[in-house]
């Protein structure tokens, strides 16, 4: 007579089978870590220049804004107006580096200094570590007179604003012309070429 108890059946049919475990082997994890490390070499690098070159881009508009603004308030007033670069947010500096932040004020005798009475309007501090925002026409100030044409240049000025490493791909200008108008260029186009 034939034994049918259900442990004795069940025990060859468990002792034929593989018994499949989940989980990843040595070379798929390998694969794997070094896929995820090709990605994290080329993604980094992308990361910083994206993100330098948006801050690259919002200073310069920040100056665009602030020459922008002091063009209307100029043609509003009917007085003149003036940018100029500023250490303090108080005073010109009387110096063409821009990196150390500018100013905007009321400049109702046309001289581009900040005199008793005359009202600054807007300040901004120096840009991030390392960036430096230089113009090609040795100029510290510009003045916006009340039919909105920009004085005290010696002709158009374009304005370069470098990151730390000075590199071209994310390089942006602001050149003003002595109408008065104003335009923000990346290198390679305009008067961005240095």
Known sequence: MQNTSPTRRALPALAGS??????????????????????????????????????MSAEINGL???????????????TPVT??????????LG?????????VFEDKNGNQSVDPGEAVLRSQPALASGDSLWPDNWFYAVTYNREGYALGMPGTVTLHLHDA????????????????????ERFGFGNCWW
């Open 165 to 184: 490493n000075w590199n071209n791909v994310i390089t942006r200008c602001l050149q003003i012309s002595l109408v008065g108008q104003m335009q923000t």
């Open 64 to 78: 665009l804004y602030d020459m922008q603004y002091a063009r209307s308030e100029a043609i509003k007033q009917g």
């Open 95 to 103: 110096w063409v580096w821009w990196g150390a932040g500018w100013i």
């Open 83 to 92: 940018v100029c670069a500023s250490w303090d947010g108080q005073t010109c």
């Open 18 to 55: 593989r018994v499949q475990s989940r989980g990843f082997t040595l070379t798929e994890l390998l694969v794997a870590i070094g896929i995820i490390a090709i990605l994290v070499s080329v993604g980094i690098p992308s990361y910083k220049n994206v993100t330098t070159a948006n801050r």
